[in-house]
């Protein structure tokens, strides 16, 4: 990361000491937390590997966490690390045979909705034991005026959770350069274009994918971990299914997919947009906000698919590209 | 064991008369993706606005139930055109991964629409048709009109393409999409008239599916994705295949619901889809790829 954006991280990051409420603070860790989500998700989307199901993934890190914690004890220390390896197997069972039979495209999509469902399904089946459609609650560790619990994650102050989604927003940001600089960019990028030939000049086609499914997979479980222990309520149509994987895919086409910041441009753009429709308009008109949503996704899609950032990037390139023109 | 046995036909009867469902709703969906090659996500959405223009026919202005399914298969077929000429069209020479997230675009416009149109709250139309007893067997009659229906127009769907001009010119263009326009067929207009075909058979599943169910604005998520699986199960745009892939389905469903319990069914009905994907993954009757 280059200086100006450090500087800005570093004054976004003074913020809450600057009281500016919780309100504020609830939508910064929010933004913050499905940026970092969204992040995961683009990390194999924008190489064309475009996932229908990435709820399977949020689920799994939020319900087995909280389960485990529920149930057993067992503190998110060790509970999210099970779920992260947990969404790696289930990554793997579906991604390899995927990978391996040249499911692509529609066909892949397709594959992951029916997983997203079956993730869902498998909550809402488990009724006994998870709580089925109303959701579940992780059980509150602050009893008796603690301000924190660290072996149950837990915190009755907003701040310090501000800077754990920040921290872990970097850390995606972080881990999509870190393959942005690799030479693995390089193979999917290949992959991507044609699958044939990509194997035919050494690129081990079925690995390299499966390598980048593990990550977005284990990424994104991780973020609905945190998830469930920030919002303490989790349910499986807000952790799994496929209206949150659609939301996840469009946010992400919104914001733009092929770039780096693209993810938090859709993050903060639909919360806020989310959030703007329901200051401005109230409750009572239940359902604007998402219709104008959708609206603009349907126009995003068909006017700008490479999403906001792109395309402000692509105008900026093209008015630098005149005025070398000009200069030359 | 006696009675078990009777449970367990009950059971698979049901099951036969909801793969009926499905295969009415996989009718449309294939149909439009073999011609335009594309995946209406949003299918079942289209399929809601039937249910509630035949609900508010119904119930609100006392139109007779005929009357209000054909305006309700006239309104979902408008819709398909509209959902071409204005979504699909645009998007056409995109990338094909485009055209799939537009329509979950829809997807979400429409249900959120609803939503403010109609509010959250369950309807239904408030007929309850009886029962068909056959000994101890109890079949609800509108999953037999519903079965008996989407045989009907599975059938009247194939005299159509085959011996109409019409049809062979719709399964010409899914043959060659490259070649028609220069024996003298318009794609534009062959486009449009298999989406006003395929809302129309949206529209029909609609009619069927609201003697059942309740129309409520999320009633899409419960039939869309099942729906898109039977599609690719049986091979996206092999209309046969789609027709067999309803019964697995619906069977499974049926079936594992009677051993255990309903979501266990769809479960397992997913798993299948998944595992048949490795091995088929063209679909059970589908072309190789």
């Keep these: ?328 | 064991m006696e009675i078990f046995d009777v449970f367990l036909l009950e059971t698979v009867l049901n099951g036969l008369l909801f793969g009926g469902v499905l295969a009415l709703l996989a009718l449309g969906l294939n149909l439009v993706f073999g011609v335009i090659d594309v995946v209406w996500i949003c299918y079942a959405e289209l399929m809601m606005i039937g249910m509630y223009a035949v609900y508010f026919l119904y119930t609100v202005h006392h139109v007779p139930l005929l009357i209000a399914f054909v305006i309700g298969i006239a309104t979902v077929a408008l819709a398909g055109v509209a959902l071409h000429q204005f979504v699909i069209r645009p998007v056409l020479a995109s990338e094909p991964i485009n055209q799939l997230l537009v329509t979950g675009g829809v997807l979400f416009f429409l249900q959120a629409a609803a939503t403010l149109a109609f509010g959250v709250q369950f309807r239904n139309l408030g007929l309850a048709l009886p029962s068909v007893t056959l000994g101890e067997i109890m079949l609800p009659q509108s999953r037999i009109y519903a079965a008996g229906t989407a045989l009907v127009a599975m059938l009247g769907l194939a005299l159509f393409l085959k011996k109409t001009y019409l049809g062979i010119a719709i399964r010409a263009i899914s043959q060659d999409r490259a070649i028609m326009p220069l024996m003298g067929v318009n794609p534009s207009r062959i486009y449009l008239i298999t989406s006003a075909i395929g809302g129309g058979l949206a529209g029909l599943a609609a009619c069927l599916l609201v003697l059942q169910y309740d129309v409520h604005p999320a009633i899409g998520l419960t039939f869309g994705p099942i729906t898109f699986l039977v599609c690719v199960l049986g091979g996206l745009g092999n209309m046969l295949g789609g027709f067999i892939a309803a019964f697995i389905f619906a069977q499974l469903i049926s079936i594992g619901g009677f051993f255990f319990h309903i979501e266990w069914g769809y479960v397992m009905a997913f798993v299948f889809f998944i595992v048949m994907m490795f091995i088929r993954p063209q679909g059970l009757l589908g072309k190789k790829r």
């Design chain 1, 1 to 328: 990361m280059n200086r100006p954006a450090w500087i800005a991280v570093a004054v976004f990051a003074l913020l809450p000491l600057l009281g500016i409420g919780n309100y504020f603070l609830h939508l910064a860790i929010t933004i913050m937390l499905w940026s970092f989500i969204y992040t995961s998700w683009s990390i194999m989307g924008r190489f064309g590997l475009v996932s229908f199901g990435h709820g399977a993934f949020l689920g799994i890190g939020a319900y087995v966490t909280t389960m485990l914690w529920n149930h057993y004890g067992v503190t998110p220390w060790i509970g999210i690390p099970i779920a992260i390896a947990l969404s790696l197997v289930v990554a793997v069972l579906i991604g390899y045979p995927c990978f391996r039979f040249r499911i692509t495209g529609h066909y892949f999509a397709l594959v992951t909705l029916a997983l997203t469902e079956v993730v869902r399904l498998i909550i809402v089946a488990l009724r006994d034991v998870t709580g089925g459609s109303l959701g579940v609650t992780p059980d509150i560790a602050l009893a008796g005026g603690q301000s924190f619990s660290l072996v149950a994650i837990q915190f009755a102050h907003k701040e310090v959770f501000f800077y754990i989604a920040l921290a872990f927003w970097l850390f995606g940001l972080y881990v999509w350069r870190g393959i942005d600089h690799s030479m693995m960019r390089y193979a999917m990028e290949a992959i991507s274009q044609e699958e044939d030939a990509s194997e035919s000049v050494g690129i081990k086609v079925t690995r390299t994918k499966l390598l980048i499914t593990m990550i977005s997979a284990a990424l994104t479980a991780l973020g609905g971990a945190l998830y469930g222990q920030y919002q303490l309520y989790i349910n499986p149509d807000t952790v799994s299914g496929v209206a949150l994987s659609l939301q996840i895919v469009f946010a992400v086409i919104a914001g733009g997919m092929f770039t780096q910041l693209g993810p938090t441009v859709g993050a903060v753009f639909t919360l806020l947009l989310a959030e703007g429709l329901r200051v401005a308009l109230g409750h009572e008109v239940h359902g604007l906000d998402s219709t104008i949503y959708g609206l603009m996704l349907v126009l995003f899609i068909i006017y700008m698919p490479n999403g906001i950032l792109g395309k402000v990037l692509e105008l900026r390139a093209r008015k630098a590209g005149v005025a070398g023109a000009a200069k030359a």
